[in-house]
């Protein structure tokens, strides 16, 4: 009798939460959400409601939201335009797969290019990617690539230090610049007496300590932290006004314009943190690029 | 102004707004959870539920209602999931796997929202809308109702009743999180968060490249999942994607919806025992833990100490440009001191120290406010322990807010505080050990046992952020995150019920001279204290050997 009862009971409650969680689900799930859309069609909301999209000519070319590449097929920056930040989202700025980077600060030993494959790339670190990044853009726009911590050649400037005892104690037995790998010459030629060799695709450096050095390139470098990092969700649309600044007469150049020109458009899409203390300063690129073509076309030569 | 100095005021506007709307959000959700008047459409849905509104329900039924809700919520979803390819989406979905679906369907219910698949292209509209955020709305309800039946245990007394399940969860949902949902998803809207059921449409860009741009209705997802602490993006970049967080002002506000609960629930609980100065003493044992963890986030990101962050100069790797490094660094203590998860930049890249705060921050069990609900009756078995622990030192039987904590309440108190240590050590050993789980870490070294340590933490603690880049879609991590998910959200909540009925029978103890005051300034140090040291006990060794190991190389 007791074990009806319970029984009973049990699916008296199961009963109930079903159709609680039904109830809920109609109102919270479908009337609210509903709702919502409903409401986000009243002009003024609709807008934003769709996407925030820019059109020119009666075309949609994308979201004032979402950032997008200005380069071409090859990942080369087009020069006419300014450049977004680097993305980690799928190949570039693809709004189907937002993600970052997510590799870690201390992200600083390469996997090397197979040299029987033709065209690997290897597996960068964060730090290889931050120097090849520095090195690419302040070669673009004239001025010097180099940062803490990478070499000349624009990878991360990292050494494998072998001792002779455990524990990385007694005489260093070997030193490799293990992100860097023939034809390239490595970025010091000995470390403490010890001559620096070159990384070997396949070799193992687990036994050696990793040290990275520092070298003497100034701490705050001339190209931007934002030029050189991917942002958080691989579709930031705003870079900083020190990165605008710099590809500044690079751009006016291309177009054939003065560099005052480009800087009072660049001023015109510049935000400084709202209410003077939220955010940072940013230029809406996409913004900026369609406003250049709308005032300066860019015609090929 | 400096970016740093930027990043300080911005701090103390979202604290003032706190602390102007704990009082009036704390007294109105007292009133919505004291009534004795039901509203008619609550009416209508206990008869359409079938449920008696009216019964006092005992600890014991009142903990079967939540389990059997939350059970019933598991199993719908995971077949809502299983079946999401044939609900006519504007585009096609593909059909979620049983593991993912599973570790889903456990992670919305726990109000974790751990995601292991990518939000634009697993998941259809009508899952995220019908599935997901229904979730968000109801597993915030059920953390507040399990908190309101710990304090009526303390309120009430020579009874065994602790209220009725069924009634607490509806008016949380429509008198409290509703509205505030359909106030915030309009202002979202109107900040540029897209709110549509379009079809993803390809556009040529500006150079005459393609570009596949998403629709959904996400501003009304984004309300409830800050304001309920749940933290699932609708997309993959969470709050980073402009869609989710368009502008540095809905940053602010995110930030606060995320807090605004927990951080009122204190005044909730002192005006429901009628002891406002109980309350506060609570609040401030939150409010100090909180900006401690925030001024370290905040050093340690501004400092950018590390080889990378030296490197680039600044610790801006997975930051927007528009929130740069000091408003992201106060996003991510806001979202691992509560369990919202949510992110607006992403932690694996961020230093090694801040990194370790962070996970600092959810191994504290998420109490500094902590979720909604969660943290306050987490704050509250500490609260218990510290007193217990006050007691032993000078020889009495402990008692809190006028009830003996006897071997009984403690007993309860102290497998709640081991449940999820216990969950996150064995399951981070057990992943170590494993090496195809091992090798799912995107990162090497003591960065990759960061990772997986980060992994168990926000899953056993609720929170739902991660590490990103370890690899988690796999089936033994979907399905023992899955688990651990469960256990760490429903063994403490059957402990939580089970002290607050024994509490409830108890009769006053008048407070002697030998009372320790519990609104004083000795017991928020004290309690501050305890909740320290039982977090730097537990996980100082594998905290060693991950992030610490990494930041002091």
Redesign the interface.
């Known amino acids: 009798m007791t074990l009806m009862r319970t029984l009973l009971n049990?699916f008296?409650?199961?009963?109930?939460?079903?159709?609680?969680?039904l109830?809920?689900?109609v109102?919270?799930?479908?009337a609210?959400?509903l709702?919502?859309?409903a409401?986000?069609q009243v002009p003024?909301?609709k807008s934003?409601?769709?996407?925030?999209l820019i059109k020119?000519g009666g075309?949609?070319?994308?979201?004032?939201?979402?950032?997008?590449?200005?380069?071409?097929a090859n990942g080369a920056a087009?020069p006419q335009?300014f450049q977004s930040?680097p993305s980690a989202?799928g190949a570039g700025?693809?709004?189907?797969?937002?993600?970052?980077?997510?590799?870690?600060?201390?992200?600083?030993?390469d996997t090397l290019p197979d040299p029987s494959v033709k065209g690997d790339t290897g597996k960068q670190s964060?730090?290889t990617q931050?120097?090849g990044r520095s090195l690419t853009i302040g070669k673009l726009y004239g001025v010097d690539g180099s940062?803490?911590?990478?070499t000349p050649d624009g990878v991360?400037a990292v050494l494998a230090v072998f001792y002779a005892g455990p524990g990385y104690h007694g005489a260093i037995t070997r030193v490799v610049s293990i992100n860097q790998s023939s034809p390239a010459a490595p970025f010091i030629s000995t470390y403490k007496g010890v001559t620096v060799q070159l990384g070997k695709f396949g070799e193992d450096y687990a036994k050696g300590k990793v040290v990275?050095v520092?070298g003497n390139a100034p701490?705050?470098?001339a190209v931007p932290?934002?030029a050189?990092?991917?942002?958080?969700?691989?579709?930031?649309?705003?870079?900083?006004p020190a990165y605008a600044k710099l590809q500044e007469t690079s751009v006016a150049k291309t177009r054939g314009v003065t560099v005052s020109q480009v800087a009072a458009l660049v001023a015109k899409y510049e935000k400084g943190?709202?209410?003077?203390?939220?955010?940072?300063p940013?230029v809406n690129v996409?913004q900026l690029?369609?406003a250049l073509?709308k005032d300066y076309p860019f015609t090929k030569k | 102004m400096s970016s740093t100095w930027a990043g300080i005021v911005f701090l103390g506007t979202l604290i003032l707004a706190l602390v102007l709307v704990h009082k009036p959000l704390g007294d109105y959700m007292a009133r919505v959870l004291t009534g004795t008047r039901h509203l008619r459409v609550e009416k209508a849905v206990y008869k359409v539920g079938g449920v008696d509104a009216d019964a006092d329900q005992t600890w014991g039924r009142y903990l079967r209602s939540v389990l059997t809700f939350s059970a019933v919520g598991v199993l719908f979803l995971y077949v809502f999931l299983r079946l999401q390819q044939h609900f006519g989406h504007p585009y096609a979905v593909p059909q979620m796997s049983r593991s993912q679906s599973f570790n889903t369907a456990a992670s919305f219910v726990t109000n974790t929202n751990w995601q292991s698949y990518s939000g634009e292209n697993a998941l259809g509209y009508v899952a995220q809308m019908v599935g997901l955020a229904v979730q968000n709305f109801l597993s915030a309800a059920v953390g507040i109702a399990v908190a309101i039946a710990l304090v009526r245990g303390f309120a009430r007394s020579k009874t065994d009743r602790l209220g009725n399940f069924w009634v607490d969860l509806t008016r949380i949902c429509l008198r409290i999180l509703l509205p505030i949902s359909i106030v915030f998803a309009i202002i979202f809207v109107g900040a540029g968060m897209i709110e549509n059921l379009h079809h993803y449409a390809t556009i040529t860009t500006v150079t005459g490249g393609s570009q596949t741009l998403p629709g959904g209705p996400v501003a009304s997802q984004e309300a409830i999942k800050e304001l309920g602490t749940n933290g699932g993006g609708f997309f993959n970049a969470n709050s980073a994607h402009p869609w989710e967080n368009p502008t540095v002002w809905t940053n602010w506000l995110e930030i606060f919806l995320l807090l605004a609960i927990s951080f009122s629930l204190p005044r909730t609980f002192g005006t429901m025992i009628g002891d406002r100065r109980q309350g506060r003493a609570i609040v401030a044992v939150m409010a100090m833990l909180a900006i401690l963890s925030v001024g370290l986030q905040l050093g340690a990101q501004t400092a950018h100490h590390g080889t990378v962050p030296t490197a680039v100069g600044s610790a801006t790797e997975g930051t927007e440009a528009r929130f740069g490094v000091p408003d992201s660094a106060i996003f991510a203590t806001g979202t691992t001191l509560t369990s919202t998860g949510a992110v607006n930049s992403f932690h694996d890249s961020y230093t090694s120290l801040g990194g370790a705060v962070l996970l600092l921050n959810m191994m504290l069990g998420e109490v500094a406010p902590g979720g909604t609900g969660s943290g306050m009756y987490g704050i509250l078995i500490l609260a218990v322990i510290t007193v217990f622990v006050a007691g032993l030192m000078v020889g009495r039987t402990p008692e809190y807010l006028g009830k003996k904590l006897g071997g009984r309440e403690v007993k309860f108190a102290s497998l709640y505080l081991l449940t999820t240590p216990l969950l996150v050590l064995v399951g981070t050993a057990l992943a170590m050990a494993l090496p195809g789980e091992r090798a799912g870490m995107l990162n090497s070294g003591s960065h990759g046992l960061s990772e997986v340590l980060y992994a168990f933490t926000s899953a056993a603690n609720n929170n739902g952020s991660a590490f990103a880049g370890i690899s988690v879609n796999t089936v033994w991590y979907n399905t023992v995150l899955g688990v651990i998910m469960l256990l760490g959200r429903f063994l403490p909540i059957v402990f939580v019920l089970g002290l607050a009925g024994s509490l409830a029978r108890q009769k006053p103890v008048p407070a002697s001279e030998g009372t320790l005051p519990t609104h004083r300034l000795l017991f928020v140090g004290m309690l501050t204290g305890v909740t320290l040291i039982v977090v730097a006990l537990t996980y100082f060794p594998a905290l060693a050997l991950g992030p610490l190991a990494e930041g002091l190389h």
């Open positions: 049990s008296r409650q199961l009963a109930a939460s079903l159709r609680m969680l109830i809920f689900t109102v919270l799930g479908v609210y959400p709702l919502i859309t409401i986000a003024g909301l934003r409601a769709d996407g925030s020119v075309k949609v070319v994308g979201s004032k939201l979402i950032g997008q590449s200005f380069t071409d087009l335009y930040r989202a700025y693809d709004p189907t797969a937002s993600s970052a980077s997510n590799l870690g600060p201390e992200s600083i030993v964060l730090l931050v120097c940062r803490p911590f990478c991360g990275p520092r701490a705050h470098p932290a934002d050189v990092t991917a942002s958080g969700s691989g579709l930031d649309p705003e870079i900083s943190r709202d209410l003077g203390f939220m955010g940072e940013r996409l690029n369609v073509d």
